[in-house]
């Protein structure tokens, strides 16, 4: 009984589907509010921006798409600094932009925690491309079949007991 009057976020009602106590006792978790669907951001002054999340190894990067010159934001840092002026990096980032010929037309903000430099610049590079299909569905046609928008699930395996690494045994030694 003492359970049922901590959780708040339950209702308690009567039914006959449980009996506790001898009194028929039914809880359910209070309604959640929805959140609204993935819909362009309003900023300031009145332009609009597309928010999208790629992931990639253990990189997480939130990504938001802004009207402006086409210039990389990452963790508030100038995106050639942050990839450390690494060249695949950086163009693995503006391919889906490139590929729609908006290299120069929109902003990217990008929040990149988790993982290294490549995970992050990969995930960022998902992410710019889920958030140009908000910007206009008709865009997958372009970027799906050059693999845009899959995401890569390969991830480090991990260690098992009584070897080396993931797979690698010590050498067998047969006496």
Do not use: W
Not at 106 to 112: G, H, K, L, T
Request: with cysteine.
């Amino acid at each position: 009984r003492a359970r049922l009057e901590r959780a708040a976020p339950r209702t308690t009602t009567l039914s006959a589907r449980a009996t506790l106590g001898g009194c028929a006792l039914e809880t359910r978790a209070a309604p959640r509010a929805v959140a609204p669907a993935a819909a362009p951001l309003r900023i300031d002054a009145g332009e609009v921006a597309y928010r999208s999340v790629g992931r990639r190894k253990r990189a997480i990067c939130q990504v938001k798409l802004v009207p402006g010159s086409g210039a990389l934001r990452i963790n508030g840092r100038d995106g050639a600094d942050y990839l450390q002026h690494n060249p695949d990096y950086l163009t693995a980032i503006m391919e889906p932009l490139e590929l729609l010929g908006l290299e120069a037309a929109y902003d990217i903000e990008v929040r990149a925690r988790g993982g290294g430099l490549t995970g992050q610049a990969e995930g960022t590079k998902l992410g710019v491309a889920r958030a140009l299909l908000e910007l206009d569905e008709s865009n997958r046609g372009v970027l799906k079949p050059q693999g845009l928008l899959t995401r890569d699930a390969r991830k480090v395996e991990r260690k098992k007991y009584g070897l080396k690494k993931a797979r690698k045994a010590s050498q067998f030694s047969k006496r």
